[in-house]
């Protein structure tokens, strides 16, 4: 087995679900779509209602994922 099918393997995380706060920008952002990739079905959270969720939850949506937002 190689490195990467051992990595995709080992992070495999279809039917399964995510919370992450703070996915409007930054960090959580970032973990969103990282569990996104890995095959997560994402719930994203943020306080402020002008950052950038809805962006996130595109972006996830676009490569194929399923993600909902809330603020």
Do not use: P, W
Request: contains cysteine; aromatic residues 8%; charged residues 20%.
């Amino acid at each position: 087995m190689i490195a990467k099918d051992f990595a995709q393997q080992l992070f495999d995380l279809h039917d399964r679900v995510a919370f992450v706060t703070g996915a409007g920008s930054g960090i959580g952002q970032m973990i969103a779509l990282a569990l996104a990739s890995a095959g997560a079905r994402v719930v994203c959270f943020d306080l402020r209602e002008d950052g950038g969720l809805k962006e996130t939850v595109n972006h996830i949506e676009a490569l194929g994922g399923q993600a909902l937002y809330y603020h």
